[in-house]
Nanobody, 115 residues
Framework: QVHVVESGGGLVQAGGSLRLSCAAS????????MRWFRQAPGNRRELVTA???????NYADSVKGRFTISRDNAKNTVYLQMNSLKPEDTAVYYC?????????WGQGTLVTVSS
């Protein structure tokens, strides 16, 4: 079975940083697109950032210049470095692996940014 597991969430003050990790198992991510989504209470799940198998990235306007997605195929892991965090970044963050014929979601990790 293919799984992805997020980690690294927690409570941080506004202006602080966190790094989320998404570790995949059961299948290599080297040819997959990887995405981070987030969902705040009462809101729809939204795409935060994505990285293709070739390393191209895109970001939601709300996080450009503050968040960075990266991948380490050797470790089968994707990262989300989050800097200059704001209270509005508070959400459950989900990792998504798109293998083309299969999409896999993690359980999410909670990020809480206090003002």
């Amino acid at each position: 079975q293919v799984h992805v597991v997020e980690s690294g969430g927690g409570l941080v003050q506004a202006g602080g940083s966190l790094r989320l990790s998404c570790a995949a198992s059961g299948r290599t991510i080297s040819r997959s697109a990887m995405r981070w989504f987030r969902q705040a209470p009462g809101n729809r799940r939204e795409l935060v950032t994505a990285i293709t198998s070739g390393g191209s990235t895109n970001y939601a306007d709300s996080v450009k210049g503050r968040f960075t997605i990266s991948r380490d195929n050797a470790k089968n892991t994707v990262y989300l470095q989050m800097n200059s965090l704001k209270p509005e970044d508070t959400a459950v963050y989900y990792c998504n692996a798109d293998y083309g014929n299969l999409e896999v979601w993690g359980q999410g990790t909670l990020v809480t940014v206090s003002s």
